[in-house]
């Protein structure tokens, strides 16, 4: 793999190459210079759904980005929110629902029925002690 870095003179040994996945996956975190890719928190980032990300692979060629990284001592990417790790280590999307917090929800209207659900469900429980 090769990597050029312009106006920065580096020999690679090993450093020059993770910072290079660091600030490119910083970056892309951050929806610098791409399209609104990720919501959320710093590190509790969510894929926002588009025809045209699925289309051009963009989340396959990211993966394959981060795989590459992890391969060579890079850092991975630490900004995906904990369900969506648990589903990709496992595939197991039940137990990766368990993982989620109201703050991994991007759709407003989906987190306020959640919000509801969770203040209804607190009163009924009061109601049985």
Known sequence: ?????KGQPAIDIEGVLRQVFTEVFLS??????????????????????SNELVVNRFFEVLGQMIVHSLVQGGPGFPFL??????????????????????????DGDLL?????VCILSTRSMKTYY
């Open 1 to 5: 793999m090769s990597v050029t870095v």
């Open 28 to 49: 892309l975190s951050r929806n610098e210079g791409v399209k609104h890719i990720f919501i959320g928190d710093a590190f509790r980032k969510v894929p926002v759904f």
């Open 81 to 106: 929110a904990p369900p969506i790790y648990w589903y990709l280590a496992t595939g197991d999307l039940q137990a990766a629902i368990t993982r989620a917090t109201c703050g991994d929800v991007s």
């Open 112 to 116: 306020n029925y959640i919000e509801k």
